[in-house]
């Protein structure tokens, strides 16, 4: 199994993955070797599938791969990849995505494409709009391997009741692997393996399930690839947030004989191809990596990695090398510097300064000390002079004058970021983002937002746990400890604290994850205890800010409900719950 | 037919515009009042459909308007409304919009809802995303109202064949009636009407088409409703991008006894309900209303309209009363500002001429001009000492140095709407949005982008038909004839222009459309005549700006691919075709 990370779009780049990881499998005597959902487009490629020359080329790219295999001597080995493909011989119709296209398997092998099949499940809901972009699939392949019977799926495939699952029962295949993108998600823990135990029992065969690595835009794949036995014991596993060949011996039923059944099972029609019938000699098998899971309850340093995963890969994937933040001395700028130090290097992270005469002595203290603990790029630009001009050519007070620091801030770090050619990064939190508690164009500028998805007080929770990371691992904790400690206040007049407009965060983020991550209305809120008064206030505030959070950069998603795509709703929508 | 512009989530303002409006159909002495698609919740509610507790309240508001208008002494009238309902009884299951949502109908008649149906057809492509958000329907109503039978359907349902339409045929009706929420659209002309007379044919019967108008978030709902007989003759018609109330006598065949159908026809069964079998006495008609239509050929002044409406939709239902525009001199400042003053009047517009040393004389006595002609705000900030402060504590050259000027132009603009309250609107056009051709975070602040979807070819065609309007009526032509006639150019440079970086526009434009509008592949646009190296150039920086147009303000849609949700693909996609 391959948990790869290939790049949207980048057909040259992820083929040579393939060719590359084909080669390194074959080498350790593989006998198939299987990749991600749609491993030569990469995943998610949204709208991108409604393009015809897109399509083609994709499915020129699958072709070509299976050439170059051959041609480097590899096309005796079975190459299990995901593709964009196209359902041909479909009419143009009412509810089918334009050109058909499909989310398919290809078996390479022998310098051919040698069989395809479509994902049959399409999931609709939150980031996935598969029925906008795909047409469903109708087969299962079932490919006899050294007298073994394995059959394939595409990820949904192996979480619903129902098609595929049944047809692999059916078809009394010996092994179900299925290929997937499936994104990482805050409370998803040991599910992927849960489900594999259930399944395997179900149809009693061996489940494998090979996973993604790295992150694409706002998605990040955490790997976690594994294989149980037909009893459900977990036989081998990789590791999560990493790229890995997982190579591993099974011990396989032989196929029996089943006759075809009369109609397909479920809509799903068992296609089958034999590569080989005749079994492989007895070997010794190799060792199965079995990559122990960090403690379950060490939830804050799986996202930590998560964040970091999701910052390295939009950071090159978008062509950058380096980043840009603008440290204030507070929480979410130090967390922010402190993940892209562990995503890029310090050498690749520039941290800029940007004190007001409201800026507290403690705040430029508080980002000095960072910068020196972490050793990255620092530099203290005083944006007096700049408000100043300003305040000598437009008259404004109150919120209109808070937001200009905030907006000639903004300003100041994108010309460095066009000058210097660094990546700005978005340093707003969750409860900031759900309340509307930034500045359009000030402090919400940028490329990426490294912790958007990411509550406040969690905020605080990933700190503390890299401080406490760095002091087992015995280094100096990067994060200075008053950064974390202090009150928060954007510093935009004298004496303001964050407090002064919103209520305690601990209130604040358990009212936020229960309107938007549970989706309860007014009264389900003051029925669970909530205020009245605070729900009507927090409510007014979330639904006020969905242009805000409209214009924000994008950030790594690691829960179900994440501000972006998720809970769209018109801007002119006037409905509160 | 009651052609009217709800507000999204307004759920109380709806239902009072449906209340003052059945009233306005009672006094007129009409038999039935029918209503647009989801008027009770507006149109379109995206993933508000996905909330509970808005179902809940759609529900509730349907069945509170029925006894409401029992209540006013309406209860005796028919009064059909398009809304947000549940299916009930449906367990979750894969594919299914959670809590089941539907767009439905519902008949109010005797301070109830007597009967209510859901849409059939769901819309999946371009700016519709309605398999995510509902369940489909599976019945026709069929209501007897005086002795003849009326069907109704949703808006989709009239345009695709089978399901309801063929339903209607097997149940014999008299007329079909279908709630639509139709987005206009430049290329539509007569397509709606086309299509009515075809369907009349079809099915032998009367068809009316009752359209919303207004606009909402990024949509504009052209009205148009009209009524053909069942010959296909154009029986009444309503204005375009108006509200009005089309009120028409209608000679209608007595029902007939159909036995019903054993089985559902097309999935769709057939559900009747009786409020009257007696035909209605003898009584003169009055006299249909036929709007005409402007000249076909005035497909400009079209889309002047719809943009217009675009405006004035977005600032009023936002709750702003006054907008701002920077303006340049040049031509998409001036007919932004023109779009404004046309849609919220002179007194609601706010000017600010904002020059730079590279500012050329011509421009701002342009821009001057065009604040006298038209009668708006005006004043004149130089930005030359804010950008002298950021040269003081930052270097900057070239393209840096360039787009500063941009933000200090941004930031100004956005302080002066947090001081005064006013909607800053964004200039940019969709060459420029296409190619990239704009400032992140300067050119392209602001809540709303009038003509972010014309092209810069038909940003000079608008300008010149509404100078030509002026002139027509006998009024000063609003932009000076300058800003048309000059050579393009941005002005962050000494003599600086457009074509510098970009090919001139017609070429430009027609590639563009080539490229976007029709999902050409760099081998078709080639063959189609365009210049290899241009091509490769031009979809490079098509692709490139992704990113920047996901951060730029929403705007009026009037393309069937506006650049803003039709076409969206990841932002580190590394395709180009």
């Known amino acids: 199994m391959a948990q790869v990370n290939p790049t949207v779009g980048d057909l040259e780049g992820n083929s040579r993955l393939v060719a590359d990881y084909a080669r390194r499998a074959a080498e350790a005597g593989a006998h198939l070797v299987v990749f991600p959902e749609m491993v030569?487009?990469?995943?998610?490629?949204?709208?991108?599938?409604?393009?015809?020359s897109f399509v083609s080329a994709s499915v020129k790219a699958t072709h070509d791969l299976a050439e170059r295999l051959a041609a480097e001597g590899l096309g005796d080995l079975p190459v299990m990849v995901g593709f964009l493909n196209r359902r041909e011989g479909l009419g143009a119709r009412f509810g089918q995505p334009a050109g058909a296209p499909q989310n398919s398997t290809a078996l390479l092998h022998n310098g051919r494409v040698q069989l395809t099949s479509a994902k049959y499940h399409l999931p609709n809901y939150g980031v996935f709009d598969?029925?906008?972009?795909?047409?469903?699939?109708?087969?299962?392949?079932?490919?006899?391997?050294?007298?073994?019977?394995?059959?394939?799926?595409?990820?949904?495939?192996?979480?619903?009741?129902?098609?595929?699952?049944?047809?692999?029962?059916?078809?009394q295949a010996g092994m179900l692997i299925t290929l997937n993108g499936s994104p990482y998600e805050r409370d998803k823990d040991n599910v992927r393996l849960e489900l594999c135990q259930r399944r395997a029992r179900e149809i009693g065969?061996?489940?494998?399930?090979?996973?993604?690595?790295?992150?694409?835009?706002?998605?990040?794949?955490?790997?976690?690839?594994?294989?149980?036995?037909?009893?459900?014991?977990?036989?081998?596993?990789?590791?999560?947030?990493?790229?890995?060949?997982?190579?591993?011996?099974?011990?396989?039923?032989?196929a029996v004989q089943v006759s075809p059944p009369a109609a397909p099972v479920d809509g799903i029609r068992i296609v089958r191809h034999t590569i080989s019938s005749r079994p492989v000699a007895p070997y010794e098998p190799v060792e199965p990596v079995l990559t122990p899971r960090p403690d379950p309850?060490?939830?804050?340093?799986?996202?930590?990695?998560?964040?970091?995963?999701?910052?390295?890969?939009?950071?090159?994937?978008?062509?950058?090398?380096?980043?840009?933040?603008?440290?204030?001395?507070?929480?979410?700028?130090?967390?922010?510097?402190?993940?892209a130090t562990d995503a890029v290097g310090p050498e690749?992270?520039?941290?800029?300064?940007?004190?007001?005469?409201y800026s507290s002595e403690h705040s430029v203290a508080d980002a000095e000390e960072l910068v020196k603990r972490q050793g990255v790029h620092g530099r203290t630009i005083p944006i007096?002079?700049?408000?100043?001009?300003?305040s000598g050519a437009i008259t404004l007070d109150g919120l209109a004058a808070e937001n200009l620091q905030a907006r000639v801030r903004g300003t100041t770090?994108?010309?460095?970021?066009?000058?210097?050619?660094?990546?700005?990064?978005?340093?707003?939190?969750?409860?900031?983002?759900?309340?509307?508690?930034?500045?359009?164009?000030g402090d919400s500028v940028g490329g990426y937002a490294p912790i958007k998805d990411c509550w406040k007080t969690v905020v605080w929770d990933l700190?503390?746990?890299?401080?406490?990371?760095?002091?087992?691992?015995?280094?100096?904790?990067?994060?200075?400890?008053?950064?974390?400690?202090?009150?928060?206040?954007?510093?935009?007049?004298?004496?303001?604290?964050?407090?002064?407009?919103?209520?305690?965060?601990?209130?604040?983020?358990?009212?936020?994850?229960?309107?938007?991550?549970?989706?309860?209305g007014y009264l389900e809120l003051t029925i669970a205890g909530f205020d009245p008064e605070l729900v009507k206030r927090v409510i007014r505030l979330v639904d006020g800010a969905e242009y805000k959070r409209r214009q924000y950069p994008p950030g790594p998603k690691i829960s179900s409900r994440n501000l972006s795509r998720d809970r769209r709703v018109p801007i002119t929508n006037r409905w509160t719950p």
Chains 1, 2 share one sequence.
């Open 205 to 254: 065969a061996a489940v494998g399930y090979v996973n993604m690595s790295g992150a694409e835009d706002e998605l990040i794949f955490e790997g976690d690839s594994l294989i149980v036995d037909a009893d459900g014991e977990l036989v081998a596993r990789a590791p999560q947030f990493e790229d890995a060949l997982l190579i591993t011996d099974l011990r396989l039923p032989e």
């Open 40 to 52: 030569i487009t990469g995943y998610p490629v949204e709208d991108l599938a409604l393009r015809n």
């Open 130 to 171: 598969e029925f906008r972009n795909f047409v469903q699939g109708d087969t299962l392949p079932v490919v006899r391997l050294h007298g073994v019977d394995i059959a394939f799926a595409i990820c949904e495939d192996l979480w619903q009741e129902g098609g595929p699952v049944k047809a692999v029962r059916e078809a």
């Open 413 to 441: 770090v994108m010309a460095l970021s066009n000058q210097e050619g660094h990546l700005v990064l978005a340093t707003g939190n969750k409860s900031e983002l759900a309340t509307g508690y930034s500045t359009l164009y």
């Open 348 to 357: 690749n992270v520039h941290c800029v300064l940007l004190p007001s005469k």
């Open 463 to 520: 700190a503390r746990w890299r401080n406490a990371e760095a002091e087992r691992r015995g280094e100096v904790p990067p994060i200075p400890e008053h950064s974390i400690t202090k009150a928060p206040s954007a510093e935009l007049r004298p004496g303001q604290f964050d407090t002064d407009s919103l209520p305690d965060y601990r209130l604040l983020d358990s009212l936020l994850d229960a309107y938007i991550g549970t989706d309860k």
């Open 384 to 390: 007096e002079p700049i408000v100043e001009a300003f």
């Open 297 to 339: 309850t060490d939830d804050i340093g799986e996202v930590y990695h998560a964040l970091v995963t999701g910052l390295r890969d939009y950071v090159t994937k978008n062509g950058f090398t380096s980043t840009m933040v603008a440290l204030s001395g507070g929480i979410d700028s130090a967390l922010t510097a402190t993940i």
